[in-house]
């Protein structure tokens, strides 16, 4: 549901929660606990009035009254209702709450100061087992059953409840919703139904709760007694009364059907479907063991347990992180595994049927090795190292597949490239060249730092990567750029007038006329991209010597940042002003404004604090500087990152046109990726690393991709099945002629 605000008229961060308070055009003021809508003026007596009615009206006297939760004061203003009352305990861990309901919303918290009212502020669970046998009726009114709130939704809670209720007390505690949470409330009726000897579930109707529905756990301590039926009449309300009482125990029969008969009417679809049909067909289980506990594992552990007869297994070194990592999936088990001990390596790996292997590329190798030894499929997102191209001939004797390069670069970059150089041979024309770069970035309003970058990985594996050497084809000339040059290769790259993109050659760019079968191609260029003024800063701290490796024996941390500086650059003091004029003289800059630019970063990484003491990492410059900079270009919450992923072919067509109608000689084409992260979710590099690597490991254990051996997606063979299933993920690219 969606609501216009017409102002914020509170916001704060209590001890417990997000607290905010704003005007509504249509439901008038509403109040939100961390994130989430608890009431609005226009809505919320359906809610007050039914959580407290139902126990109170059909209970013979109710004189005392407890209310859990409820610091609104919505549901006392409803007890108060009955004239039987004579005393009412709130009790909200958040002093927060009332404070600002009376303020924001008084018309529900007024009666808070009512001499019979009194509010504690603390804990219920607490308060409930120093006040035993003592209350004729509690009503919870908890939130989600997410973080704290989960244990009002657990035994130990309920029979608290039961045992401060005096002989023949009720309870009614907020019961989730029929449509969106059935298996929870079927498990709250078990928990209930033995502790007490009557336990029903009702339900309201509101707006602006999920579904437009929310119920109630209403329990009594007497046998035999009829919660379904009011005894006295309620005055006073817009939503209650006797008839909607009794019908609110009147369940649609999909809820009937599972809370009295336990039969599960509930349309079938997505994974459950699938489990039935294979059910049916009797397929087998597989199972698969997951390396590694980085960013993108999540993405992918989620698309393998999708499909429920696989059974999957993520192993850690810390069975903590492995825990962590699989909470909420189905069919997953957690392992601690250290991959150095080999024996244990082998045995995890000969236990499953396909190993993802999503630790260090350095550790690959011997997890093929493992895999060969154990007759185990392998998939990884890494580029094929030659210690694994030397496993080839073994995998093959074993049987096994290993795919690797099944990411985002490598890994969709193939999918694509082989697609168009594919369609283009087959129309008879020639790559004359090919361009492929790719960016992990922050969105670009998130870009807010002088680097116009942050870490999503670890940040010595990004600096250390700006120092590998490149090599590509330009002109059918081979082009070698020397890693402590790679920055000045930078060049301005469009894409859309959206961006300011620069991009710079990586790795190897070679093979890839081989690989993806261009002899023709004149140019080869597989690059990365960056945000314009990214390579000029990065080349300036190479140059300063910030990415050194090396040991320094005088880096401790007695220094000041300013004095490390002024080692570093051999600068005549630590002062600011011969650091700065030491920075430009050795990086330079080609005017003011790029040393402005440059210098003012520099002092926002801190590098000329006179105070500040450093906190040396690895006894080296490039370390200390990654410490530095995770803390300063780290994804803040909130914030999101951006993939940008774009192929660019020049084409000669067989007849030296690119059509009959059009005499140009070339033509070109793109496929390009624009994919962003959700701030609440997933990184779209997680996503677009681990669901292609997901895709993989299924289509591998389907039998799809079944060729044994060390290979990578160079083939149409491998990337068509691929493809179409990730187009069916919304992480196809999309595809111009320019």
């Not at 390596?345 to 630790?359: F, G, R």
């Not at 002092?603 to 995770?630: H, M, Y």
């Amino acid at each position: 549901m969606t609501l216009k605000v017409n102002k914020i008229l509170h916001i704060e961060k209590s001890l417990y929660q997000d607290v905010l308070v704003f005007e509504s055009e249509t439901f008038g003021n509403v109040l939100v606990l961390d994130g989430v809508i608890q009431c609005t003026e226009r809505d919320e007596f359906s809610y007050q009035e039914m959580i407290a009615h139902i126990p109170l009206a059909s209970h013979p006297n109710p004189k005392k009254v407890l209310v859990i939760g409820g610091g609104d004061g919505g549901v006392v203003r409803e007890v108060l209702k009955h004239d039987t009352v004579t005393e009412v305990v709130l009790c909200d861990i958040d002093e927060a709450v009332p404070r600002v309901s009376k303020e924001y919303l008084p018309h529900m918290a007024s009666l808070l100061s009512d001499p019979r009212v009194t509010v504690f502020i603390g804990d219920g669970f607490k308060f409930l087992a120093d006040n035993t046998s003592t209350y004729d009726v509690i009503v919870t009114d908890s939130s989600d059953p997410v973080g704290p709130a989960a244990a009002l939704f657990e035994k130990p809670y309920f029979q608290l409840l039961h045992d401060a209720l005096a002989p023949g007390g009720h309870i009614s505690t907020q019961g989730e919703c029929l449509w969106l949470h059935l298996p929870l409330i079927e498990e709250l009726q078990k928990v209930t139904r033995n502790i007490f000897p009557v336990s029903e579930y009702a339900f309201t109707t509101i707006p602006t709760y999920p579904s437009g529905q929310i119920g109630f756990v209403v329990c009594s301590k007497e046998p035999g007694r009829d919660l379904r039926t009011p005894v006295r009449q309620v005055p006073g309300t817009r939503y209650y009364n006797s008839d909607v009482h009794k019908a609110a125990f009147i369940l649609p029969e999909f809820g009937r059907a599972l809370l009295k008969e336990g039969r599960d009417l509930l349309p079938k679809f997505g994974r459950a479907a699938r489990e039935i049909q294979n059910q049916k067909e009797g397929k087998a289980t597989k199972k698969i063991l997951l390396l590694g506990s980085g960013f993108v594992a999540r993405p992918c552990a989620e698309y393998v347990v999708r499909e429920p007869s696989n059974e999957l297994t993520i192993a850690c070194r810390t069975l903590e992180n492995a825990k962590a990592l699989g909470e909420g999936l189905p069919s997953t088990t957690a392992l601690s595994l250290d991959v150095l001990d080999t024996a244990a390596l082998e045995a995890a790996i000969a236990a499953h049927d396909l190993v993802i292997s999503l630790i260090p590329y350095t550790y690959h190798a011997a997890v093929i090795a493992a895999a060969i030894k154990g007759k185990t499929h392998v998939v990884t997102t890494s580029y094929v190292s030659p210690a694994m191209r030397e496993l080839d001939a073994a995998a093959k004797e074993a049987g096994i597949v290993v795919m690797n390069e099944i990411g985002l670069d490598p890994g969709i970059d193939h999918l694509y490239a082989v697609k168009t150089i594919d369609e283009v041979h087959e129309k008879g024309g020639k790559v004359k060249k090919f361009f492929s770069y790719c960016g992990g970035l922050p969105a670009p309003e998130c870009a807010n730092n002088p680097l116009g970058y942050k870490f999503s990985w670890s940040s010595r594996g990004v600096l250390l990567a700006l120092l590998n050497s490149a090599s590509f084809l330009a002109s059918s000339q081979k082009v070698s750029v020397p890693g402590s040059e790679l920055m000045s290769h930078a060049n301005p790259y469009y894409i859309s007038p959206a961006f300011a993109f620069v991009a710079y050659p990586n790795r190897d760019s070679t093979p890839y006329s081989q690989w993806y079968n261009i002899p023709e191609a004149e140019t080869v260029i597989r690059g990365t991209l960056r945000y314009q003024g990214f390579p000029q800063f990065i080349g300036a701290l190479v140059k300063l010597g910030w990415l050194d490796q090396t040991e320094k024996s005088w880096l401790n941390e007695s220094l000041t940042w300013a004095e490390v500086n002024q080692k570093a650059i051999n600068a005549v003091d630590a002062s600011e002003s011969s650091l700065i004029a030491r920075v430009q003289q050795l990086c330079s800059f080609p005017d003011d404004a790029e040393a402005t630019r440059i210098i003012s970063g520099l002092r926002w990484i801190g590098l000329f604090s006179q105070t500040e003491k450093v906190v040396p990492r690895a006894g080296n410059l490039l370390d200390t500087l990654c410490a530095r900079l995770e803390k300063l270009m780290k994804y803040e919450e909130g914030e999101r990152d951006l993939v940008m992923l774009q192929h660019k072919f020049i084409v000669e067509w067989a007849d030296g046109t690119e059509d009959k109608l059009n005499a140009m000689a070339q033509q070109t084409l793109t496929s390009t990726l624009e994919a962003y992260g959700s701030p609440k979710g997933h990184s779209a590099m997680a996503v677009t690393v681990g669901v292609p690597a997901g895709i993989a490991t299924q289509l591998v254990l389907d039998g799809v991709l079944s060729t044994p051996g060390v290979q990578a997606p160079y083939t149409k063979a491998i990337c068509d099945p691929i493809r179409e299933v990730l187009e069916r993920e919304g992480l196809g690219l999309i595809e111009k002629v320019l």
